[in-house]
């Protein structure tokens, strides 16, 4: 049986497009999946819905259907997205405006929902994951509830024959396994297929992460053409064995290093994945070079599913009052350590001293805190300070306080950026699958 | 000598926690990592940084450390008022690390 080719043409909702645009125009895919919804991008996107009853689908997505979907009509290859994001229905109307506007006639676009759990979270409480308190004690705050859908959810969608998959909040490596499943008839207790599925899906799903992207160490890791990194594919055989690569010409590297960084990334349990679909097992997962750029990928295994889908809470909890100010050339670490005291007894005057608060200096302990490296002055620092604030008015006194030292702090200060931001924090519960109801619906442009 | 002169490393953030992927560029100094990098020395490295536990998993054929940093980012990326709230520059500062060299 000939292997089924499937890209990644994003891995995260402000990606490069370019990269896409050349997948789908000399991948020769049957299958281009966009990634594009974060943790907590859905709940943003629900406040959106909120607002207005036609938004909540993802903003990029008529500009990366424009440059796909030409190419991926005369290949042939299909489309998944999660750009549905809190509103797949509108994402499906707009992905069909976007072919009218094209002149692709007949253009068959399926919806998939159902991931919307909010109306259920309300009237079932349940233990928070990592966090003591339960989902009722949230409920005031509450914005969305979605679940993580599996691939199960969108076979239907792809059983349908449409040439563009929508969907909202379904696990990111599952958007990868469904077109597999579909494809090769895998059954949906198929544990070891299934598994060594979802290490393919989770190979791609970062996009340009497993071509060279965010790897290079200039002096130790060297990838050419960073500016114009390949996105990958993955030729996958009927077994989910599948060889790892990105198209020739392309810039980036497809190596050990490049895939094994990726295989575990953002990973707990390497041996118990946890998915909708199957418990993956990465621990015996074997990498062998089969020629430039190329990854033979091999060993996934798999456990029955959990009962249990995972829901992502988006809550409300206040505000974050940020400023930042640049101090530069001899004793700018001096004035920038002078600036943050100031900072924390302008704190205590102001009756702000019990915030959360962080003061510290970019360019020497922001990042690493206690484990930065003592070193020499460097030649400029920037004095950071944030707080956690109760109300909106509390957060811009904190940029507030930091402006001030224009004319009231230590001298050479310059540069002053101030941000207030509402947090919109993401937990997370478990609720049984009866709880959740996937549908899909098929949307045709009238030929 | 540096880890980062043996190894690469990626970080990456699961809600409260931190992971981190440590691969050796020469797959022959895997056991080399494994005898350095205890989940004791990581613990110690991020000591101020992570409030929690370190846990460690060999993955000796993919010649790979995983690490699970718990309680790591303060309170997650999404209520974080780190500068790097993903947690994601974790990684460079273990590739910091002073080890013994070759000789």
């Known amino acids: ?447 | 000598m540096k880890l980062r002169d043996i190894a690469i490393a990626r970080s990456g953030d699961k809600g409260q926690r931190a992971t981190l992927t440590v691969v050796a560029l020469d797959p022959r100094d895997f056991p080399r990592l494994q005898a350095l990098l205890s989940p004791e020395l990581v613990a110690r490295r991020y000591r101020g940084i992570v409030q929690g536990p370190v846990q460690r998993w060999l993955l000796p054929q993919l010649a790979a450390l995983h690490f699970v940093l718990h309680d790591a980012l303060g309170g997650g990326v999404t209520r974080s008022l780190a500068l790097d709230a993903h947690g994601k520059t974790l990684s460079s500062a273990l590739l910091d690390l002073d080890i013994p060299g070759d000789d």
């Open chain 1, 1 to 447: 049986m000939k292997s089924f080719r499937i890209g990644c043409g994003a891995g995260f909702a402000g990606d490069r497009i370019d990269p896409a645009r050349d997948l789908a125009e000399r991948g020769r895919l049957d299958v281009l999946v966009f990634e594009c919804l974060a943790e907590r991008t859905i709940a943003l996107a629900q406040r959106r819905r909120r607002d207005d009853p036609a938004a909540g689908a993802d903003p990029l997505l008529a500009e990366r259907m424009r440059a796909v979907l030409p190419a991926c009509r005369a290949a042939g290859t299909r489309i998944v997205t999660n750009m549905g994001a809190a509103n797949p229905l509108a994402a499906g109307r707009e992905v069909l405006a976007v072919g009218r506007a094209l002149g692709l006639r007949g253009l068959r676009v399926a919806v998939v929902e159902g991931d919307d759990v909010l109306p259920w979270v309300l009237r079932h409480d349940g233990a928070l994951l990592d966090d003591p308190r339960s989902v009722a004690a949230l409920r005031p705050r509450l914005v969305s509830a979605n679940a993580y859908l599996g691939a199960d959810a969108l076979l239907p969608a792809l059983a349908s024959g449409a040439e563009v998959i929508v969907c909202g909040r379904v696990a990111d490596p599952a958007l990868f396994l469904a077109p597999l499943m579909h494809h090769f008839g895998w059954a949906a207790d198929d544990w070891l297929r299934l598994g060594q599925g979802i290490v393919v899906g989770h190979l791609l799903e970062c996009a340009a992460q497993v071509s060279g992207g965010y790897l290079a160490e200039p002096g130790v890791v060297e990838v050419p053409g960073l500016a114009d990194l390949g996105f990958p594919l993955a030729e996958v055989a009927a077994d989910g064995s599948a060889c790892i690569t990105k198209l020739d010409g392309s810039g980036g590297r497809v190596d050990r290093l490049s895939v094994t960084a990726q295989l575990l990334y953002e990973i707990e349990d390497p041996a118990r994945y946890l998915q909708p679909d199957v418990v993956a097992d990465f621990t015996q997962v074997r990498l062998e070079a089969a020629g430039p750029d190329r990854v033979h990928v091999s060993g996934g295994r798999g456990a029955p599913r959990p009962d249990t889908l995972k829901v992502s809470l988006g809550v409300l909890e206040g505000f974050v009052g940020e400023g930042q100010i640049s101090y530069g050339g001899a004793g700018a670490r001096a004035r920038g350590g002078l600036a943050l005291q100031v900072l924390r007894e302008r704190l205590q005057r102001l009756g702000l001293g019990d915030l959360e608060h962080r003061a510290e200096l970019i360019g020497v302990d922001a990042l690493h805190g206690p484990a930065s490296r003592a070193g020499a002055d460097p030649g400029e620092v920037r004095a950071r300070l944030a707080a956690r604030c109760g109300t909106r008015d509390e957060a811009e006194l904190i940029g507030r306080e930091v402006e001030a030292l224009y004319l009231n702090g230590p001298a050479g200060g310059g540069g002053v950026t101030t941000s207030v931001r509402e947090v919109l924090a993401v937990a997370s519960t478990l609720v049984p699958r009866h709880a959740v109801a996937p549908r899909c619906t098929l949307l045709q442009e009238d030929a």
